[in-house]
């Protein structure tokens, strides 16, 4: 049994995911901080990919057990409930297929379990990579993740599970387990939507500012506002179920915390959709795609 199963869903990513996978082939297994040499494995959930995934990993000898697995396209949660199914490690660690993990990143989850205990979820920072350029909408997005991380660091708040994304975090897999995985009609915030039910385990969440890795976010500004639109579809069922009387209530006040100019804009978007969707299009061609915005190396 290992230490580490580190699980990475993915979908039409291949040169990504073989960035991701290089990276955890040069982690760092021992460390002063942990008790013992830290073994790991990495189960790869390939949702549907149809990029040449498949060719790649079946033709590749890696020099880190590497257990690989196919299934019809389901979303995320479906491929990370795979990968908890398969999971052969006391820990799974959740790792996105544009997160590129520091050296020490799995040994930095295990030494921050043994610290503090088997009841805990670590979360990571996805930190902005230094050979890489942000479309704008990426750019802002990883620019509220970095308040989020800052905040955490100074002890401002602490962390919870509405920081649960698992781009960047791990938790005991028999946890995952007894709050029986994500709820796959989630097709996002289905970590956040877990990462309660956790909670409601009695598990504590930490932020780990030394777990930490790189976050190559790419996405057109179509998809960027599509993806935004799943969350606020998914914020409205979540806020419905029982016991979450108060989600709807902290989803409006931090819309009243935004920018006033956002406030009158989503205002008049959300009044004609020809709008929003113009307004899509005026973005995508005057500024540079994010497809082209790529790795600098």
Do not use: C
């Amino acid at each position: 049994m290992s230490d580490v199963t580190v699980v990475v869903p993915t979908y039409n990513r291949v040169d990504r995911l073989r960035r991701v996978i290089e990276s955890l082939e040069a982690q760092t297994t021992s460390s002063s901080d942990v008790s013992h040499d830290v073994s790991f494995e990495v189960v790869v959930v390939s949702d549907g990919s149809t990029d040449g995934t498949h060719d790649y990993l079946r033709d590749t000898e890696f020099s880190v057990p590497v257990r690989w697995f196919t299934q019809e396209n389901a979303g995320p949660a479906h491929a990370r409930n795979r990968g908890i199914d398969e999971a052969r490690g006391e820990l799974v660690l959740f790792v996105d297929d544009d997160f590129v993990p520091a050296a020490d990143l799995v040994a930095t989850h295990v030494a921050t379990h043994e610290r503090l205990g088997d009841r805990v979820v670590v979360i990571g920072p996805m930190l902005d990579p230094p050979d890489f350029e942000f479309s704008p909408w990426t750019a802002w997005e990883q620019s509220m993740l970095r308040k989020q991380y800052d905040a955490m660091t100074e002890g401002l708040w602490p962390a919870t599970a509405r920081q649960f994304y698992t781009a960047n975090a791990s938790v005991h897999t028999e946890h995952l387990r007894a709050a029986g995985g994500f709820d796959p009609s989630f097709h996002r915030m289905e970590d956040i939507e877990l990462g309660y039910r956790l909670e409601e385990l009695g598990l504590e969440f930490h932020f780990e500012p030394d777990a930490r890795g790189f976050h190559y976010a790419a996405r057109s500004y179509a998809s960027w506002l599509d993806i935004a639109a799943a969350y606020g579809r998914n914020d409205v069922v979540f806020g419905r179920q029982p016991g979450r009387d108060n989600w709807l209530d902290l989803v409006v006040g931090g819309f009243w915390r935004r920018n006033p100019v956002l406030q009158l804009l989503l205002h008049g978007t959300v009044r004609s959709t020809l709008l929003a969707n113009g307004l899509a299009a005026i973005v995508e061609r005057t500024v540079e795609p994010a497809d082209r915005v790529s790795r600098r190396l």
